[in-house]
């Protein structure tokens, strides 16, 4: 499987962002898929995980309640809705699959990132 990861851009603080995770090759819809970031000088943080049937979504303490993962099967794609943003979620967001019926770390197959900038 391949993922591409896309939808990243510059957003005012307190400001909405969309991203998605398109896979490719046989299999994505039947994989768990996270979403993490880095920023710049930090280390990798999970960010949201959801399960190959959409079900139990897992968010990270700094984004619950303010980004909503989805998954559309049928386009297979993930998506990361990112609402009321803030400087500090300002990273390159990386999405990634998880075999063995996990859609939480550690993650196996990592796609490209997309920078995500929140300016004051």
């Known amino acids: 499987v391949q993922l591409q990861a896309s939808g990243g851009g510059l957003v005012q603080a307190g400001g909405s962002l969309s991203l998605s995770c398109t896979g490719s090759?046989?299999?994505?819809?039947?994989?768990?898929v996270g979403w993490l970031r880095q920023a710049p000088g930090k280390e990798r943080e999970f960010v949201a995980g959801i399960k190959w049937s959409g079900e139990d979504p897992l968010y990270g303490d700094s984004v619950k309640d303010r980004f909503t993962i989805s998954r559309d099967n049928a386009k297979n794609t993930v998506f990361l809705r990112m609402n009321d943003l803030k400087p500090e979620d300002t990273a390159v967001y990386f999405c990634?699959?998880?075999?063995?019926?996990?859609?939480?770390?550690?993650?196996?197959?990592w796609g490209q990132g997309t920078l995500v900038t929140v300016s004051s």
């Open positions: 990634a699959v998880a075999y063995g019926g996990r859609w939480w770390g550690p993650y196996d197959y």
């Open positions: 090759g046989r299999g994505f819809s039947n994989y768990g």
